[in-house]
Each structure stands twice: as structure tokens, then as C-alpha cells.
């Protein structure tokens, strides 16, 4: 888009505030994402930070920026609990499901993709998996072993008060935080973390290497500072993930950064290996469906069985700032997908070939003061004001509800606003989005053969015959809407 004048803003969990973002790289925006440990199908809440992420980088795209955006997937070395403790969260499904640990990763890599592409999340310039990344682990704790870690019966540990300032990302790092960490007897400090996991002795791990600690397993947080390290180079610009990741994490992954840059003499003591911290807060849902240990729990399939389209998962996304806790609700879930349908009509159709632009962005070049330009700056003001969503959104929806402009304009607006937005507005239609739940028995076509054949009963004034046909579809579920504001003529309940 040309209309991206506003200084970008956005919300530096470290140094908590919003800051004028500056890139390491002129011209350039290097971001890392902590993605989905694939041991379990991710819920709709951790596709809420992934949505996050995504808004981000095509905001970063937006405002002229070259994104290389990475997101990584754990397959390795997260254990139930973040603060270091209980199992090898893989092990344990692939005991559970009595598979391969390795089947189970590609299982659920499988299935989180599936969920990204549904959600229309962009492809990241790289997903890095962690087992490829064994050796440069190795690497890496093998460089700040000697200054900042020490050797247990059970691994390799970092001693956090040989940083500054351990944990100052942290919010709640009260005294009842630190309880929940478990004791592992001779560790110098409450929060000092495993960096390699040995295998106990007389025991075989699916997933182990070899290491100058002995057999075993790196820990979950030097996997995350290798694979941002490795391929964005330290320092970058952006680091993200859920606000859970703000107290444990994200601060054990800061520590590691310090040493290795302090060891490297890549920078001052301080460098966190990311300048900005951002994290996306909690989608919450009262029954506790979200969580996965439940046995049943909230994943995108389930709201697509339901027969919602997912974008409308995503624009309920959108309605929240990202920093804001966001309530699940079905009904909060259908009000977005009313939203989604009318701008989805409102947005003026393509016409093919001929000329007329199906995507792109910007002012139109014929109508550079037109109706649009106010709307364009307050759409850039809004994203530029750390991704304040919920306001891009509203003035989408006045953009779409324009009169008297030229609909090929306005769908080039609405295009270039919606490349930020990715509701997919050009191409989806209003079919796409109809209330399609799995359960349904009736067919599309069945149904539209008994609407066809209601209409022409209708039209030959036969209205028994057409209240028959509607009795007979309301008995499968099929509610006829005539007349709707939105010109649906069917829906099923
Ligand atoms: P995990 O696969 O458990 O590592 O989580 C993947 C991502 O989802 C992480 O960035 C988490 O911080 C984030 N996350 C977990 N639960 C929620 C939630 N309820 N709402 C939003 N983000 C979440
Ligand atoms: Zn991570």
C-alpha cells in the first residue's frame, strides 16, 4: 500500500511500552515465533497467537518492510510442565497413543498446518523444526557450559544468576511463580533450567543424541535461542509468542542469549538476542473445553464441524486487540460470521478479465483525493498504533459501505486492507460462508432442488403445496428465510 505514513508502534513486552519500531536491518523486519509443540492437535486459543503473528508480519509487509518471518515446531524437549519439570510432553503421547514419537510429530504438524492454512496464515519464509537443529544446540550450550551452566546427575544447567538481571521480562515472578517450580536437588537457584536433559541410566529415549553431558536431550528454551539465532542472527527485531511465554520461556531463552552474545562478544551483556518482545494475550473460555488435557477441547474442526467458515474464528480474532483477553463464545462465534457475510457482500466482485484489478492495494491511481484517502490514513493509523485491529476493522466495513465510488476502486481498497486483515475477502462468497454443520443428513443439492421446486408452487399459486415443501425441509433441519437482509435463503440449524 503507498498510504503507510504513520510511524509503526508496537508494544515492547521488555522494556513495557510501545515503541517506534526500528529495524536491526534497514528496510528489512526479522521476526521468530514460538510455534506449536506437536504432541497434541493445537487449540483454537494457540491459534489465536499464530493469527497474532500473522497480522504482524503482513502489517510488517504492509509498511514496505522485507519480512523474514520464522516459525518453529517443537518436536522435541517440551516437558508437561514449562518450569523444567515432569516428562518429555512427545513421550508421553507416543506412549499414550502407542505410536513412533516421530509419527505422532508428523500427526500433528499435519494437523496444525491444516489449521494455518483454514486460518489463511500466511507461509512463514521458514518453519525450522527442532531435531534438525540438534548439533548446533550441542554447539551452543558446549560455548557458555563453562561460564554459566553446571553439570547435575540429570543434566546441564543454567545458572541464572550468572546474567543480569535474570527475568526481567517476567510479570509474575512472585513468590507463589517460583513455587511452581520443582525442586531438582543441587540446583543453585530456584529458576535455573535444564539446557540438556540427560537420559537416566538403564533408560532409552525414543529421541536422544549423544553430547559431552552423556546421552540425551536439549531443553525446550536453548531450541528456541538456536533456531531464532541460527537463522535470523542475533540481534533481530521481533520475538513472539502467548503471554504464558512472557514468565518462564521467554526469560530462560533471554538468559541464553545474554551468555552466548556475552561469550561470542557479539554485543553488550544485555543483548537479549530479540529487541522487541511481543505477546499475544488469551483467548478464554469458561467451560474449560481449551484445555487439552480435558480429553475433548476446543480445535478449529470442531467450530468447522459445527459448519462455521474458520475465517470467522479469524475475524473474531481481529475484534480483540491482541493484547486484550478475548472471550470464546458460540455466540460471540456467529455474530463474527454475520460480520464476515456482510462484508464479504459488500465488497464489490471482480470482473474477471477486462482490466479491472483482482487484488493489489493502494489509492486508486485515478482518484488519488478521492473518498478513500481519509479512509486509508485512518486504517493505517489504526494498524500503525501497535495492530490496533479492532479499529482496522470498522473503518474496513465503512470503506465497503462506500456509495457512489467506482466498485473496481473499492474492491482495490478493500483488497490492500484486507492484505493486512486476511479475511479473504476477494475470493470468498457468500455460499462459503452458509452455516454447513458435519451432522446435517440433507444434501445442498436436495435442498436446492425442494427450494426450486417451492419456488415454481409459488409462482403457480399453489401455497399448500409450498408450505408443504417448506414443512418438509424444516423437518430436516433446513430453515427457509425468505426475505432475509442478507439474501440467504437457506440455513441449517
Ligand atoms: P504450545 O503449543 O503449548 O507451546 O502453545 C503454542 C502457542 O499458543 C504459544 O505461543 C502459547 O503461548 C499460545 N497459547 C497457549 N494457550 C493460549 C490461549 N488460550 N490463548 C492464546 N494463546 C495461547
Ligand atoms: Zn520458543
Not at 503421547?93 to 509419527?103: E, F, L, N, V
Request: some cysteine; aromatic content about 8%; charged content about 25%.
Amino acid at each position: 500500500m503507498t498510504d503507510a505514513a504513520h510511524p509503526l508502534t508496537l508494544y515492547n513486552s521488555l522494556t513495557r511500552q510501545a515503541e517506534p519500531f526500528q529495524p536491526v536491518h534497514p528496510g528489512e523486519a526479522r521476526v521468530y515465533t514460538c510455534g506449536p509443540t506437536v504432541y497434541n492437535y493445537p487449540h483454537i486459543g494457540n491459534m489465536r497467537a499464530y493469527v497474532f503473528a500473522d497480522v504482524l508480519g503482513r502489517a510488517l509487509s504492509y509498511k514496505g518492510y522485507k519480512l523474514t518471518h520464522v516459525i518453529n515446531i517443537t518436536d522435541v524437549g517440551h516437558l508437561t510442565d514449562d518450569a523444567d519439570a515432569g516428562e518429555d510432553k512427545m513421550e508421553k503421547m507416543a506412549r499414550a497413543r502407542a505410536q513412533s514419537i516421530w509419527d505422532v510429530a508428523e500427526h500433528y504438524k499435519q494437523a496444525y498446518w491444516a489449521d494455518v492454512q483454514a486460518l489463511n496464515i500466511r507461509q512463514p519464509a521458514r518453519w525450522t523444526v527442532a531435531t534438525d537443529y540438534v548439533p548446533q544446540m550441542i554447539a551452543f550450550a558446549q560455548g557458555i557450559a563453562d561460564k554459566h551452566c553446571y553439570e547435575l546427575d540429570s543434566g546441564l544447567y543454567f545458572d541464572v544468576s550468572t546474567v543480569a538481571d535474570y527475568g526481567r521480562l517476567a510479570r509474575a515472578r512472585t513468590e507463589e511463580g517460583e513455587g511452581r517450580i520443582e525442586a531438582v536437588e543441587g540446583k543453585r537457584n530456584a529458576a535455573d533450567f535444564a539446557i540438556w536433559r540427560k537420559t537416566p541410566l538403564g533408560e532409552k529415549r525414543q529421541m536422544e543424541w549423544d553430547s559431552p553431558w552423556g546421552r540425551g536431550a536439549p531443553g525446550w528454551h536453548l531450541e528456541c535461542s538456536v533456531m531464532s539465532g541460527e537463522v535470523l542472527g542475533f540481534p533481530f527485531d521481533i520475538h513472539t509468542g502467548g503471554i504464558d511465554h512472557r514468565e518462564i520461556h521467554h526469560p530462560n531463552e533471554i538468559a541464553q542469549n545474554q551468555a552466548h552474545c556475552c561469550t561470542n562478544g557479539l554485543d553488550q551483556p544485555a543483548n537479549s538476542g530479540a529487541k522487541v518482545w511481543m505477546h499475544n494475550n488469551f483467548l478464554v473460555e469458561r467451560s474449560g473445553k481449551m484445555s487439552k488435557s480435558s480429553g475433548e477441547f476446543l480445535r478449529l474442526q470442531l467450530l468447522i464441524d459445527k459448519g462455521y467458515h474458520p475465517l470467522a474464528y479469524r475475524l473474531m480474532c481481529l475484534q480483540a486487540h491482541y493484547r486484550s483477553e478475548l472471550e470464546f463464545s458460540w455466540e460471540g462465534l456467529s455474530a463474527a460470521l454475520t460480520r464476515l457475510k456482510r462484508l464479504v457482500m459488500a465488497t464489490p466482485p471482480g470482473t474477471g478479465e477486462g482490466g479491472h484489478p483482482q487484488a493489489g492495494g493502494g489509492a486508486p491511481a485515478n482518484n488519488p483525493d478521492g473518498k478513500f484517502r481519509p479512509l486509508l490514513d485512518r486504517f493505517d493509523a489504526a494498524l500503525s498504533d501497535d495492530l490496533n485491529t479492532p479499529v482496522a476493522l470498522t473503518v474496513l466495513e465503512e470503506t465497503a459501505a462506500l456509495k457512489k465510488v467506482d466498485p473496481a476502486d473499492k474492491r482495490r481498497v478493500l483488497a490492500g486492507m484486507d492484505a493486512v486483515l486476511g479475511l479473504n475477502l476477494l475470493n470468498l462468497t457468500r455460499a462459503d460462508l452458509r452455516l454447513r454443520p458435519r451432522a446435517a443428513e440433507i444434501t445442498e443439492a436436495e435442498i436446492e432442488e425442494t427450494l426450486a421446486a417451492r419456488k415454481e408452487a409459488r409462482a403457480a399459486k399453489d401455497f399448500a403445496r409450498s408450505d408443504a415443501l417448506r414443512d418438509e425441509l424444516a423437518a430436516r433441519g433446513v430453515e427457509v428465510m425468505d426475505g432475509d437482509p442478507l439474501g440467504w435463503d437457506w440455513k441449517l440449524g
